[in-house]
């Protein structure tokens, strides 16, 4: 087993040599270096589940640079599973993007030679492999310096990736991102320095030892205002519409692991070692997640651009896993922590369709698209499936997630008092909300007549790759609807003593 764990940052990073090096005539080459890469990530990760599933929680160390900082790596109920999702959507990703970034890159750069455009490509296709290594080195790391890295390592990645393939305005948004994105990563390290001036670690097991400290409350909240940045909570959502709207459409689940992400790593180094001391800002945080929840969706439903529907719907998907959260029992922490991986995996299929949509039409506007279904059925069926999955049907595994979620909602509730358990009903209600620009916005692009406009053109569905890792994704929020232990039960053997 040693050396499995980080084998998970190695080999994207081989993938994303071996692409740079294809970048000549070769450049095309880039994008099935990067499937294969991931496909060899996802072999090991599922080797690493071997392991967890067995009873053990795999540990590495490397590089014990003074003072206290290290490279460690762990595998246990709460990080496994985690992995084992955002790998599952890294590959499924990077093969979606093989034809999606040749068509984006004619369009951006159709006027340069070839080569140029080869280029361009492989360029695409170099830097996404970073986004499967800021992952894994933030879930599996063990030191708070450390983790700071990897975040970081998300922020550049998805800069370049804006900046050289996104949408309007791109690079202006480039820089909004990586502006929220450096100072939300500064705030948690700034929260780690103070961690290691009272207890003289930077080791998440030691987080324990500030438990009570006289700096533990304002070192929470400012690690809590740090990863709240990049969980796009209000009011420091502003930079999320914008920017999940205009990246390139290819990497918009990655983008929601990115802003997903921050909500395990509050679970990680603030609930599980801090929990005393992170219990005055549970009630504030459920408030907020609820204003946030239907706050996204009002917002959500007020859109015409298929990309910021898709977008927005994303600040009301992330507040539900921090209303679980924030209630801190078992049974909301494990709801909000299960709901976050059915949510990247719901919004991967959700974002991903509409992709294909601009993809096939170029167009944006829902107002001037209608009737699609006859043209495009499997896209249809795909973004439907998309609906059910970010809406909690079953039998996907957001239904079940849901579920978890508002019961330990509710056993707060009921422990609290009434202001929480309306909180609790108010949070059960937003589900309607979602549901109704989820398939509201089905109706309007699928279903009706086709619009003049599109009637000569030829509209089909795209390709295999690009439609079959979609169908993969939602399969596998099905098997784990219909057998949430599988994630449930990891996830219980870390979190059951809260």
């Not at 040749?102 to 970073?130: I, W």
């Not at 009630?283 to 917002?299: D, F, H, K, R």
Request: overall charge positive; hydrophobic content about 55%.
């Amino acid at each position: 087993m040693e050396g499995l764990l980080l084998q998970t940052l190695l080999v994207p990073l081989a993938g994303a040599v071996l692409g740079f090096l294809a970048r000549g005539r070769r450049g095309r080459l880039a994008g099935w270096i990067a499937t294969g890469a991931m496909l060899w990530t996802t072999a090991v990760v599922a080797r690493v589940g071997v392991a967890v599933y067995g009873g053990g929680a795999p540990r590495e160390s490397y590089l014990d640079i003074p003072p206290g900082i290290r490279l460690g790596l762990l595998a246990d109920g709460l990080s496994y599973p985690t992995l084992a999702v955002v790998t599952l959507l890294c590959a499924a990703l990077t093969c979606y993007s093989i034809r999606y970034v040749e068509r984006r890159v004619s369009v951006l750069y159709g006027a340069e030679p070839e080569a140029v455009q080869a280029r361009h490509y492989a360029r695409f296709f170099y830097l996404l492999p970073l986004f499967p290594v800021g992952f894994a080195g933030t879930i599996l790391s063990t030191n708070l310096v450390s983790l700071y890295f990897f975040l970081e390592v998300l922020t550049v990645a998805l800069f370049f990736l804006m900046a050289g393939f996104g949408y309007r305005d791109r690079v202006r948004i480039a820089f909004i991102s990586l502006a929220w994105g450096i100072v939300g990563a500064l705030l948690f390290l700034a929260a780690a320095l103070v961690v290691y001036a009272e207890i003289g670690s930077l080791e998440v097991d030691d987080l324990s030892r500030m438990a009570g400290n006289r700096l533990a409350g304002p070192t929470v909240a400012l690690f809590l205002v740090g990863l709240l940045m990049k969980l796009a909570v209000v009011p420091l959502h502003v930079w999320m519409p914008s920017v999940h709207a205009e990246h390139p459409t290819c990497i918009a689940g990655l983008l929601a692991v990115y802003a997903n992400l921050a909500l395990y790593v509050v679970v990680r180094v603030l609930v599980l070692p801090l929990g005393g001391d992170f219990a005055a800002f549970g009630t504030p945080l459920m408030a907020l997640a609820l204003v946030t929840m239907v706050y996204g969706s009002l917002l959500t439903l007020a859109q015409t651009d298929i990309k910021r529907l898709a977008a927005c719907s994303t600040i009301s998907q992330v507040a539900y896993s921090v209303l679980g959260v924030g209630a801190l029992t078992a049974a909301g922490v494990e709801g909000g922590l299960f709901f976050f991986l059915s949510h990247i995996m719901g919004k991967t299929v959700f974002f991903s369709t509409a992709g294909i949509v601009v993809y096939a039409t170029r167009i944006r506007d829902m107002r001037e698209l209608g009737g699609l279904a006859r043209r495009m059925p499997v896209t249809a069926v795909l973004w439907l499936i998309g609906c059910m999955m970010l809406s909690g049907f079953p039998p996907f595994s957001s239904f079940a997630a849901e579920w978890l979620l508002f019961t330990g909602v509710f056993e707060r509730g009921l422990a609290e008092g009434p202001g929480v358990v309306a909180i609790a009903i108010g949070g059960t209600t937003a589900v309607l909300l979602t549901v109704a620009y989820t398939f509201g916005a089905a109706r309007r692009i699928f279903f009706g007549p086709l619009p003049a406009h599109l009637a000569d053109r030829e509209l089909t569905d795209p390709p295999w790759t690009m439609t079959v890792p979609l169908g993969v994704v939602a399969a596998a929020s099905a098997v784990l609807g219909l057998y949430p232990a599988a994630v449930l039960d990891l996830l219980h053997s870390v979190l059951a003593a809260i």
